[in-house]
Protein backbone atom coordinates (compact mmCIF):
# COMPACT_ATOMS: atom_id res chain seq x y z
CA UNK A 1 0.00 0.00 0.00
CA UNK A 2 1.46 3.48 -1.20
CA UNK A 3 1.40 6.12 1.39
CA UNK A 4 3.24 8.95 2.58
CA UNK A 5 3.38 10.67 5.75
CA UNK A 6 4.02 14.04 6.87
CA UNK A 7 5.07 14.94 10.55
CA UNK A 8 6.61 18.20 12.18
CA UNK A 9 3.84 21.02 11.40
CA UNK A 10 2.57 23.39 14.55
CA UNK A 11 2.85 25.91 15.19
CA UNK A 12 5.43 28.83 15.71
CA UNK A 13 6.64 32.22 15.70
CA UNK A 14 7.21 34.93 12.77
CA UNK A 15 10.99 34.60 12.51
CA UNK A 16 10.93 31.04 13.83
CA UNK A 17 11.83 27.32 11.91
CA UNK A 18 9.98 24.17 11.58
CA UNK A 19 11.35 21.06 9.54
CA UNK A 20 8.63 19.20 7.87
CA UNK A 21 9.33 14.89 7.00
CA UNK A 22 7.57 13.11 4.76
CA UNK A 23 8.45 9.51 5.32
CA UNK A 24 6.99 7.16 2.44
CA UNK A 25 5.89 3.49 2.49
CA UNK A 26 4.74 0.76 -0.39
CA UNK A 27 7.16 2.24 -2.76
CA UNK A 28 10.68 2.70 -3.82
CA UNK A 29 11.29 6.22 -3.11
CA UNK A 30 14.87 6.54 -4.97
CA UNK A 31 12.60 6.19 -8.41
CA UNK A 32 10.49 9.28 -7.12
CA UNK A 33 10.53 13.21 -7.38
CA UNK A 34 9.05 14.26 -3.96
CA UNK A 35 7.16 17.73 -3.76
CA UNK A 36 5.84 19.86 -0.94
CA UNK A 37 2.81 21.47 -1.53
CA UNK A 38 0.25 24.03 0.42
CA UNK A 39 -2.67 25.19 0.98
CA UNK A 40 -5.19 27.42 2.65
CA UNK A 41 -8.59 27.69 2.60
CA UNK A 42 -10.25 29.33 -0.62
CA UNK A 43 -7.22 28.94 -2.72
CA UNK A 44 -5.60 26.62 -4.89
CA UNK A 45 -2.79 24.26 -4.11
CA UNK A 46 0.76 25.39 -4.80
CA UNK A 47 3.81 24.24 -5.10
CA UNK A 48 6.43 25.24 -2.70
CA UNK A 49 9.61 22.70 -3.32
CA UNK A 50 10.02 19.65 -4.63
CA UNK A 51 13.67 17.37 -5.30
CA UNK A 52 14.00 15.21 -8.28
CA UNK A 53 14.98 11.81 -7.72
CA UNK A 54 18.04 11.06 -10.19
CA UNK A 55 20.28 14.05 -9.39
CA UNK A 56 18.39 15.31 -6.53
CA UNK A 57 17.85 19.10 -8.46
CA UNK A 58 15.93 21.18 -6.10
CA UNK A 59 13.13 23.69 -7.05
CA UNK A 60 11.35 26.36 -4.59
CA UNK A 61 8.64 28.39 -5.19
CA UNK A 62 10.00 32.21 -5.44
CA UNK A 63 8.71 32.89 -2.20
CA UNK A 64 10.40 30.53 -0.03
CA UNK A 65 13.92 30.63 -2.22
CA UNK A 66 17.12 31.44 0.55
CA UNK A 67 14.04 30.35 3.63
CA UNK A 68 13.44 26.99 2.96
CA UNK A 69 15.40 23.35 1.77
CA UNK A 70 14.32 20.29 0.67
CA UNK A 71 16.51 17.18 1.12
CA UNK A 72 15.95 13.50 0.50
CA UNK A 73 17.25 10.23 2.40
CA UNK A 74 16.17 7.43 0.38
CA UNK A 75 17.73 4.94 2.64
CA UNK A 76 15.14 5.76 5.67
CA UNK A 77 12.49 6.64 2.37
CA UNK A 78 12.49 10.03 3.53
CA UNK A 79 12.17 13.67 2.22
CA UNK A 80 12.62 16.70 4.34
CA UNK A 81 11.81 20.91 4.23
CA UNK A 82 13.50 22.97 6.00
CA UNK A 83 11.46 26.14 6.62
CA UNK A 84 13.29 28.88 8.22
CA UNK A 85 12.55 32.89 8.99
CA UNK A 86 9.07 31.99 8.36
CA UNK A 87 6.24 34.73 8.19
CA UNK A 88 2.67 34.76 8.64
CA UNK A 89 2.35 34.18 4.90
CA UNK A 90 3.56 30.75 5.22
CA UNK A 91 0.41 29.40 7.46
CA UNK A 92 -1.12 26.61 5.30
CA UNK A 93 -1.66 23.05 5.06
CA UNK A 94 1.50 21.77 3.90
CA UNK A 95 1.44 18.02 1.79
CA UNK A 96 4.04 16.13 -0.17
CA UNK A 97 3.53 14.16 -3.13
CA UNK A 98 5.17 12.01 -5.33
CA UNK A 99 5.47 11.67 -9.02
CA UNK A 100 7.50 9.16 -11.09
CA UNK A 101 7.64 12.42 -14.00
CA UNK A 102 11.11 13.56 -14.83
CA UNK A 103 11.15 17.27 -13.44
CA UNK A 104 12.05 19.45 -16.32
CA UNK A 105 11.35 23.20 -15.08
CA UNK A 106 10.15 25.32 -12.31
CA UNK A 107 6.89 25.50 -13.07
CA UNK A 108 6.54 21.78 -14.88
CA UNK A 109 7.83 20.28 -11.31
CA UNK A 110 5.71 22.61 -9.25
CA UNK A 111 2.74 21.01 -10.72
CA UNK A 112 0.58 19.37 -8.48
CA UNK A 113 -1.14 17.73 -11.53
CA UNK A 114 2.05 15.49 -12.37
CA UNK A 115 1.83 14.19 -8.82
CA UNK A 116 0.36 10.64 -7.86
CA UNK A 117 0.67 9.56 -4.10
CA UNK A 118 -0.44 12.41 -2.05
CA UNK A 119 -0.02 12.63 1.92
CA UNK A 120 -3.04 13.44 4.37
CA UNK A 121 -1.78 16.86 5.17
CA UNK A 122 -0.30 18.71 8.03
CA UNK A 123 -0.91 22.03 9.30
CA UNK A 124 1.32 25.32 10.08
CA UNK A 125 0.78 28.07 11.44
CA UNK A 126 2.96 31.23 11.94
CA UNK A 127 1.68 33.67 14.57
CA UNK A 128 2.81 35.75 17.42
Known amino acids: QVQLVESGGGLVQPGGSLRLSCEAS????????IGWFRQVPGKEREGVSC????????YYLDSVKGRFTISRDNAKSTVYLQMNSLNPEDTAVYYC?????????????????????WGQGLQVTVSP
Open 51 to 58: ISSDDDSA
Open 97 to 117: AATYQELRYTDYALDPRIYDF
Open 26 to 33: GFTLDYYA
